[in-house]
């Protein structure tokens, strides 16, 4: 055995304890995590209409074969930041013509359905996750999410948190933009 | 005043393991017998006062005195007997007792039973095993001292985690523990051999029993753990390639090359430096694991409380223990002399794949259990997870064609083996294998191609492994009473080769069949609401409030149909602890050999619901997923029997020129 070739194992060591030292830094958080469901088909849920909502249902049927990407919201009435996401929504839908879903996710029907009647509904369907089952399937860390879903039924887009002032809306709109390109190339 | 006993106890093993770390390597460097032989005692002694402190806390948990900080963040007074034990290795000050204890125990170990290892070997040996001691003692006492005190006292305490009050659980990190830990004793075996520069035939020997009861006590820890995560996450499913799962595997995967590269050096005075790298790197990569669950490097279903200064703290240790044994390595490896020669077609040309492909399997898992982590620091902060495509997708490739290594290397011999030969013996299993395949093919029908390649693989390795024990005794060959006097003679350790190899094809069964065939359900239920899966037909009859010692549950009840005829009724449960504030789930499993049916129900969001409303139901059905438990028991019994040949016990192995024979090789493997 040469003395380079016995080296080899020290230098990859080496290597791994500087990326190690960098990790520890404590302004680290490697929690945060985007979605592992970029890229992949949308998760399998299966969710009840929310009471009293004439509003109907979806799962994940309904997010596959549309004629362009459509937008999933998960959000709750108890949510505060969701209240002011709501009014960026609306216009996307009223003004652009995009299409949104609602996953109402850990609400009771009577505050949601107060709460749609009270800012209005911008929603095609909605699902009501009382168990946060289909919030785990999706791998949200909290509410409000926005997704947004190919017509084949891909995730391209995850935004954590309320899609509220010009950063957030440019950010969110330009990957709303860049699926529909990316599916007019594809022939959809 | 016993927590204090405990902490102070444990200062005096530091104390011992000082005078461990120096005295010995002095007196084997200088000659000195009685230096030497002061680790003896040394080596009792912090066996002494490490169980003194474990004891000490272990009198803690069980009497529930919460007085002591870490009782009161894991116990409860009204928690069963055994999770308050268990407890005791739940917390991270806990668990580190728990690893210098063992870490002390395989010191005395090797320092009573090795009385067959020359004095300066074994001198040097637990030197470096001091070392390891001094470094994980000092973590504690500077870093994480379970016997902290609080003053006032809470009235009781906050419970463990709920997810680890399980019997499997309980039993998981000792086991585990004992594995990672017991390669400690194999490091510091190879340190010595490289301060003494000297590896041969005689060192594989002694460390060979160390090396075999690491790895099975890290098989069947990590077996408990899979186990574990099947029925109580409630997610179905054996394995989710989870960072600290992997941290656990890739120390097994490099444990096992050990194992076999180590045979080589045994019986042929070959792969000396690599037999010598393989156990610096397996002990690396169980450090490794200790420093990833502990510093919150990467995220992870299992961390413990993590904390950047003992993350920092264990670095230190990682780079002076890894860094110095690797430059260690690299100064004193290349002076080793080679040993035998063989052909490209051998046995050892067969151990030789065996090594390169566990190895490269090993590099896999550490990358893409890592690789979140290189991604960010090169690319500024941008996150990425790797999953179980990516494993499944580069480590199965690299398994199958180790698989089907496994079935012909036993067939040849050392120096020089005779290829066609091997294979024409096993024509008739590949053609069997080919059959079973087919035949297998004709009743499932459907799935992928790699699901039945793996099959066939699995069929080739099982039928191959009694095949070559059937050639060792020459069944059908000789007289049957020939051969059963061959069988009794075979050393208990080509009973383990057979028993492991053949336990490997078993378990493959179940990884195959619980992964490709599974069937999932996740539907809504009310009572009376009825689901088919996997030719069973389910019917959810209603919920029922229960209550345990220290939790309430929402139970429910399953009736289950099989063409007509009742089969069983299954109660899952949602479970919540008040005083932890957290909800378990608890699955029920109808099990059988075919495949488990495999029930878990969600918590209604509200008590109107579960008063009669609906909740969710995630029904699997998973075949064969018990060849995956009845498969890793016969690599542990392999590994047992190995570790009880007689050749590990008696006949001390003498140092010299003369090239001994060993039992084994008495048989021909022609």
Redesign the interface.
Known sequence: MTRALALIPLLIALVFGGFFLWGLDPDRDPNDIPSVLISQPAPEFNLLEVDGLATPSFSQADLVGNPGPVIVNVFASWCVPCRAEHAVLTQLVEREGQRLFGINYKDKPEDAVRWLTELGNPYEMIGADSTGRAGIEWGISGVPETFIVGSDGTVLYRYVGPVVGDDAVKKFREALDQAGAMEIEAGG | MTPEIGHFALALALAMAIVQSVLPILGAARGNILWMQSAKWSSLGQVFFTSIAFFALLQAFVTSDFTVKNVVENSHSLKPMLFKIAGTWGSHEGSLLLWVLILTVFGAAVSVFGANIPDSLKARTLSVQAWISVGFITFMLFTSNPFDRVFPPPIDGQDLNPLLQDVGLAMHPPLLYIGYVGFSIVFSFAVAALIEGRVDAAWARWVRPWTLAAWLSLTAGIALGSWWAYYELGWGGWWFWDPVENVSFMPWLMGTALLHSAIVTEKRDAFK?WTI?LA??TF?LSLLGT?IVR?????SVHAFAVD?ER??YI?GL??VS??GS??L???R??V?E?GGIFKPISREAGLLINNLLLATATGIVLFGT?Y???Y??LTGGQ???V?PPFFNAAFIPIMLPLVFVMGIGPFLSWKRADLPGALQRLRFVAVLAVLATLAIWYIVRGGPVLGYLSILLAIWLFVATLKEWTVRIKLFDVPFAESRRRAANLPRSTYGMTLAHAGLAVAMFGFIGSSVWKTEE???VKPGSEIEIAGFNVTFEGLERVRGPNYVADQGRLTVIQDGEFVTELFPESRYYPVAESNTTESAIRSTMAGDLYASI?????EE?GAGG???LRILYEPLVNFIWIGSAMLVLGGGLSLSDRRLRVGAPRRGSEKKISNASKVPAE
């Open positions: 430096s790298l610096i790197l690396s420093f510093s919150g490097l990467l995220t950047p993350g920092l670095l990682l780079a890894i860094g690797l430059a390595f690299a100064w490896a290349p080793m080679p890592l979140p982590l290189f960010e620091a996150k990425l997870s999953g996740i539907v809504f969600a918590r209604p969001a509200s619901a609906t909740l969710t």
